[in-house]
């Protein structure tokens, strides 16, 4: 089993920055199988959820959706089972609840890959 706890969301003008944090829980991430990944998503109001970024829990190998890359960085911390998502440059549009997910089938942008997912926590960009 898995359990993800999302924190560190917030408001925030149009240019700043904020880091949200993923606090991971569970044998799953003691074991750490070669191809486990974390990613963000994030949802609108009235709007699909969509993939922000992701990262190999071991290797550590990252990828991004192509409208955050050069301003947001996936990170994790292996001895505190945290995933990180720097968020610089943010931008009205930025606004959404983050997720933060777990997959066992490595990097995949693929919500329906994701088994495991947390509460979310919002973001607000005001202009």
């Known amino acids: 089993q898995v359990q993800l706890v999302e924190s560190g969301g917030g408001l925030v003008q149009a240019g700043g920055s904020l880091r949200l944090s993923c606090a991971a829980s569970g044998r799953t991430f003691s074991t750490r199988p070669k191809t486990l990944a974390v990613g963000w998503f994030r949802q609108a109001p009235g709007k699909e959820r969509e993939f922000v970024a992701s990262i190999m829990w071991s290797a550590g190998n990252t990828y991004y959706q192509d409208s955050v890359k050069g301003r947001f960085t996936i990170s994790r911390d292996n001895a505190k089972n945290t995933v990180f998502l720097q968020m610089n440059s943010l931008k009205p549009e930025d606004t959404a609840v983050y997720y933060c997910?777990?997959?066992?089938?490595?990097?995949?942008?693929?919500?329906?890959?994701?088994?495991?997912w947390g509460q979310g926590t919002q973001v607000t960009v005001s202009s």
């Open positions: 997910a777990a997959t066992p089938l490595g990097l995949t942008r693929q919500r329906f890959s994701y088994d495991y």
